[in-house]
Every structure is written in C-alpha cells, then in structure tokens.
C-alpha cells in the first residue's frame, strides 16, 4: 500500500477542495446567470434604440441622397447619447459603415457576426465582448419602400465584478446556494471521516492508541510489524533489546539495519515454519512470522520474538551434567572391565601378568593425562579432554594432542568460550566417526591447540567421511548438522553458537577436507561489542 498523509492533513485537503469547487461553483452560475440577464434587458434596449433611430424620416432621406451622408453622423450621435450605448451605427446597404462612435467601423464593413439581419429581420445577439442589435433600415425610395441601409446599436457587457455587484439580489440567491452545498459537502466529509475511523470518536481513537502503546510495551515479547515493502512499522522495546536495534528504526527496511542473514530470512518469509531459531548477538531467539490479510490482501505482517537463550543455557548445562555422567559412565565400565581382567588373571594365578596389566594401563593413562597437562596449562581445557578421551576410547574412537599443541593460562573469560567451541568441535567429530570405527582401522581426532599474542587457534582433525563442498558454508547456519542432513534429525545449535562465540571474539570458523573433516576456529582476548 502506498504510504498515505494523516488524517488530518487529508481533511484539510478535502475541505480546501469542497471550499474551491463552491467557490468556482457559485462564479460559474453568478456569472452565467448575471450575462445572460444583462444581454437579455441590454439587448432589448439597444434594439429599441436602433428601431427608433431606423424609423426616422430623416435618417431615410439621409441615406437616399448620398450628398446627405455627412449628415448621419448626427443622427448616430442623437440616438447613442440619451441611451448610454456604447456605439450606434450606420451603414449602407453593402454594410459600408457611414457614421459611428467607434473609429475601426469607420469605411469598413460592419462586423455581422452570426446576424441575419441582413435577410430583413431584426437581430439581436453577442459580438465579441458586446450586446449588438442590427435592424434593416426601410424607406421611402423610388419604387415604394426600399433596403436603405442598416443601423446597429452595442453596449459593452461590464466585467464580471461589475455584474455581480449590480444584482445583490442574485448574489444572495447564489450564496444560499453554495450555503447549501457547504452543508452537503460538510455532511459528506463527516461520513467519510466515520468510515475511515470505523465509526471511532477521536477520544476512543486516542484510547485505542494509548492501549495499543501500553500493550505493545508492556508485554515481555518482543513484536515487529513490517508492511509489503519489509519496512518497519511498529516495534516494542522488547525487540528492540532483543536484536538490538537503534530508536530510529520505524520507516526503515529490514534490510538495512545490522540484521545477519537468518533474522532477515525470518522478518521477510524467506525461512517459513513456525518457531524459527535464530542467533544474535550471543542470545538465542525464538521468531514466529504471522501474514497480516486484510480482505484478502496481504499489507503486512507481525512477528514475534521470545528470548530462549537462558533455555539454551540450561539445556547446555544439562548436556554437561549429561556429559559427566557419561563420562563417569565410561570411566566406570572400563574400570570394572579392568577389573574384570584382574579377577580374572588372578584366578588363573598369572601373578606376574597381573602386575605388568596394571602397570600397562596405568602407564596409559598417566601418560594421556601427563600429556594433557604439560601442554595445556588451564586446568578448564585440560579437564575436557580427558573427559572426552574416556567417551571417545568407549566409543572406540582415540584423542589425541598433536606435538605441536601448547596453551599457557588464558583469563577466565576467554576460557570458558574456548571450553564450549572446542567441546563443540570435538562432539561433533565423534558424531561424524560414531558407527564407522572397526578394529582393523580405529577412528581418531587430533586436537591441535596454539596461542600466539592476543589470539588462541583451536584446530579438530577427524578421520571421518568430511564434509560435502556445498554445505561447508551452511554447516555453521541455524545449528545445521550433518547427522540433521543426513538422516532428517533435529538441527543442532553446536557449530552455530560455535561461529557466533568466534565472531565476537573477533575471530573466524571454517572447515574444508584433510583425511577427514578439518574444523579451525580463532578467537582473540578482546571481545567485540
């Protein structure tokens, strides 16, 4: 819908033009009315003046003798005086003009118009800009009566200030007239007025806005209206917290606020489905985009907002206490399957192969955590991968450090972000390696760890099949997955956290294919608002 003025500014618009048509309404009839009395009583007038002067004796003999043709002038002159017209002329009967008042009928011929006096009746009618009567002149002659000229009489018509002031009276008629159609029109502009506001007061107009206003703020969703061009028009303070926007957003598109690609999906209805989740600017959201149809049109749509990051939240931490537990679980069953093979050596009396068992897998396991600890120095990131070497050796799959891998103390902050991406990583490489590891050819990831100054680089190597060149982009949007791919399961949130996390961070994820899938992620000490 094209954008349209206020109300207001549309009824001074229909007022100024209903005060305009009954302006030029009222001068249209005024004017009309007013000419035509004034030709009808001057011309009645000028054609008695010029019958009088017709039926003169003398103006008859003046015209039979033309030595006498200098003496009309007179005559012309005798009937225009007392009658106020503004010419009086005589011509011959070829219309040679012999006397008048106006200098251009002077020798020439008189200007007829659309008279037909000239087939011997009288005439009266308009001349340019005058009220004209032409009537024959017949008289006495040599063979009875005879064509002896004609004589034409003119008023000039006053201007049309001058015909409205001489008859007041038509000039109130005229008023009460466009009285009358100021009260159509006013009654018409007040039914429009109902039928733009709904039948709606201004009071309750005002009302509706105010609750409107207080609903919009009040509620703890967040709501975005949006008409057919994607330009916003109404939008809460909750939205605007939630992805962040600036005050001055109403008016503007979607398109060019600071908006990533899966929110503009979403505002636009390029991503349908209901419960869309989106990413921005460290919270998780959740968006629903609702059509606006208004008999049978579409001239927008709403969309809702509701903030699930502390769901989010918590659902992680679940999935650590999950993790832990597995871990535990893990660690347990291989305790007790060690166990099992002590039992078991014992009782066949294989001291010796007793001792060199335990020796072996304590030798193993004080070598991966002597590993661990002499290369990554936060006790945070080195507690994680010995968790997750116990959930990888179950799964069949072996963790490993590379050589190069080295991580002095980082600050709390940036531990923490480095827990979660590198968590995130190597979870998802043992989703790529589950079911494909086999005794003849074990599945690995390597972890590679470097710091230099204001940077940390965390790099997963897996063996697994690696990733397809067209989704190595789309890995990191809205939690895709390659399971979720795969075999139609649910989108994760992982990689997706793990890209933003980077990016604010101010540093970058990306993926491309080694033997396997290779993931490395950046991320700087400093955090970008």
Known sequence: MG?????????????????????????????????????????????????????????????????????LAPFAESARAPSGAEFVAIARPDLQVLASQDPDHLRNRLPLGESTVTQ????????????????PVIGDGEQDYELLGYVAAGQQR???????????????????MATALGVAGSLWLAWWVKRQTLGLEPSEITGLVEHREA???????GVIGLDQQQRVTLVNDKAKELLSLPDDVVGRSVRELDLNDR???????????????VLRRGKVLIMNRMPIRLNEQVPGSVVTLRDRTELVELRDQLDANRNTTETLRAQAHEFSNRLHTIAGLIELGEYDEVSNYVDRVSASRDQWQAEVIGKVDDSAVAALLIAKASLAAEQGV??????????????????????TVLGNLVDNALDALRGQADGDCPGWIEVDLQQSAGEVRVQVTDSGPGIAPEIAEE??????TTK??????????????????????????????????????????????
Do not use: Y
Request: hydrophobic share 50%; charged share 15%.
């Open 3 to 71: 954008k349209k003025g206020s109300l207001a500014r549309q009824l001074l618009v229909l007022q100024l033009l209903i005060v305009l048509i009954l302006l030029g309404a009222v001068a249209a009839v005024a004017i009309a009315q007013a000419r035509e009395d004034f030709r009808a009583t001057e011309g009645r007038r000028m054609l008695g003046v010029a019958e009088n002067l017709a039926a003169n004796p003398g103006l008859w003999a003046a015209l039979h003798a033309p030595s006498r043709h200098q003496t």
């Open 120 to 135: 011997g009746g009288s005439w009266v009618g308009v001349i340019g800009d005058q009220v004209v009567a032409h009537v």
């Open 158 to 176: 006053p201007s049309i200030w001058q015909l409205v002031a001489d008859n007041p009276a038509n000039l109130i008629a005229l008023l009460g």
């Open 215 to 221: 609903m919009l703020h009040g509620i703890k969703e």
């Open 263 to 277: 929110v503009v999906d979403v505002l636009t209805g390029t991503a349908t489905g209901s419960d869309q989740i």
């Open 398 to 419: 072996g963790l490993r450090l590379s050589a190069s891998s080295e991580l002095r103390a980082i600050d709390d902050a940036l531990s923490a972000d480095l827990v």
């Open 475 to 480: 890995v990191f949007r809205h939690g895709f």
């Open 484 to 529: 979720a791919a795969e075999q139609g399961g649910q989108r994760g949130l992982g990689l997706a956290l793990t890209r933003q996390i980077c990016v604010r961070r101010g540093g970058m994820v990306e993926v491309h294919n080694a033997e396997g899938a290779v993931f490395t992620a950046t991320m700087a000490n400093e955090v970008r608002t």
